[in-house]
């Protein structure tokens, strides 16, 4: 992603965000990136982390990081560089508690892949539906366009017809297409339901949770979790289990309480994000000896910050998105930026390309194994590693 935060005007720099995946393809590297510092002339460079990273360089081109606790080692990035904002803090007004009635108890959103855990969340429905026999589901599980044979949960059908009934299969609604609900769906959806169960272990800034939280649901959420799944979440709004068992007695437990609260969550709402981010870029010019004007591209954070809204060239990016493919498209965006690119750098470029994606389909030899040998193993072990 690159996302022009702030535009440059004469002498004064403008500000670009890049993403912790341009971050780890482009500059993780201890070489330092010529283009990247011509940038710097123009503009101010920061990074967004949208994911929890361990293996990460400094960068000391960077000018900021956009980050919250946990996502990126500390020891590496410090703390006077990181700026605790990130997508979850920008979220629309449009997710609030709009007081529908409720049909469902439980609600859970997540992509099709293994990483959300999906046997647990069943196996966690299974037992409280001996307790709850009317218990009402629903699960938002969409499944990318193009399925990667190492994450997708190719057993997604499979355990969920063998661990439920049929009069249980009844009480559980899953939408599994390939395209994604749009907000007014989900927020619709999330007003409908009482309690979000989260059974990821590992994300980013999980921004469902912050949703599911705006719209006052009750939110149950793995004690171990690595990522920012609790981050601006009242307290009394969620709580943390330690395994299916202990999950199941909360799970009860919410449904049994009737009590109305109200939850105070305004640290995930925009308005109150933006008078942050007003702040810090002020003190970012006013500390390189500039004037900060105020303006800046404020708008829809949530979606820009997040690679969501494209507005680079279609040749450059990935599919939608405004992530840049490799190292050869930054060169070919530095040149929309009028910087001047050497040809020998552009061949260059060209093939630390080749070279990561050699190391690319080496790390991922995975995805070449035959899908019926993928569930064999996973039918074999997967119940050995609930809630490692």
């Known amino acids: 992603m690159v996302f022009e935060l702030k535009s440059h005007k004469g002498d004064t720099p403008g500000v670009l965000i890049f993403s912790h995946k341009e971050y780890k393809v482009l500059f993780n590297k201890k070489s330092e990136n010529k283009y990247l510092k011509k940038l710097k002339n123009n503009f101010f460079i920061g990074v967004h982390w949208g994911a929890s990273e361990d293996d990460v360089i400094k960068n000391k081109l960077i000018d900021f990081h956009l980050s919250l606790p946990g996502l990126i080692p500390e020891n590496i990035i410090s703390s006077s560089e990181i700026v605790e904002l990130t997508t979850r803090n920008f979220l629309s007004k449009d997710y609030k508690n709009n007081h529908l009635e409720k049909y469902y108890d439980i609600i859970t959103i997540g992509r099709k892949v293994k990483a ?91 921004k469902v949770t912050g949703e599911a939280a705006l719209c006052g649901l009750k939110i149950l959420i793995f004690k171990d979790f690595r990522g920012n799944a ?75 910050l997040n690679s969501f809204n494209n507005t680079l060239p279609k040749k450059l990016v990935i599919g939608n998105s405004n992530d840049l493919k490799n190292n050869y498209s930054f060169l070919k965006y530095c040149k929309l930026q009028n910087i001047d690119i050497n040809r020998k750098d552009f061949i260059f470029n060209y093939s630390l390309d080749l070279n990561y994606r050699f190391n690319e389909i080496l790390r991922k030899w995975k995805n070449f194994i035959p899908i019926s040998v993928w569930k064999k193993y996973r039918r074999t072990n997967q119940y050995k590693r609930l809630f490692s």
Do not use: H, W
């Open 230 to 304: 609790i981050y601006g979440i009242d307290e009394k709004q969620y709580s943390l289990f330690e395994d299916i068992d202990d999950c199941v007695s909360k799970v009860i437990d919410m449904i049994n309480d009737t009590s109305l609260n109200n939850f105070d969550n305004k640290d995930l709402y925009e308005d109150n994000s933006l008078n942050k981010l007003d702040n810090f870029l002020s003190e970012l010019y006013r500390n390189n000896n500039y004037e900060f004007d105020g303006e800046y591209n404020s708008n829809d954070l949530m979606n820009n």
């Open 116 to 206: 959300k855990r999906y046997l647990e969340f069943f196996l966690i429905i299974k037992k409280v539906m001996k307790e709850k026999p009317n218990l009402k589901v629903m699960i938002v599980a969409p499944e990318d366009e193009k399925r990667k044979k190492s994450t997708f949960d190719y057993l997604f059908e499979e355990n969920f017809n063998e661990i439920f009934s049929e009069p249980e299969k009844k009480n559980i609604t899953i939408y599994s297409e390939k395209e994604y609900l749009d907000r007014t769906e989900i927020i619709d959806l999330l007003n409908k339901s009482k309690i979000f169960l989260f059974t990821s272990i590992k994300e980013g800034v999980a």
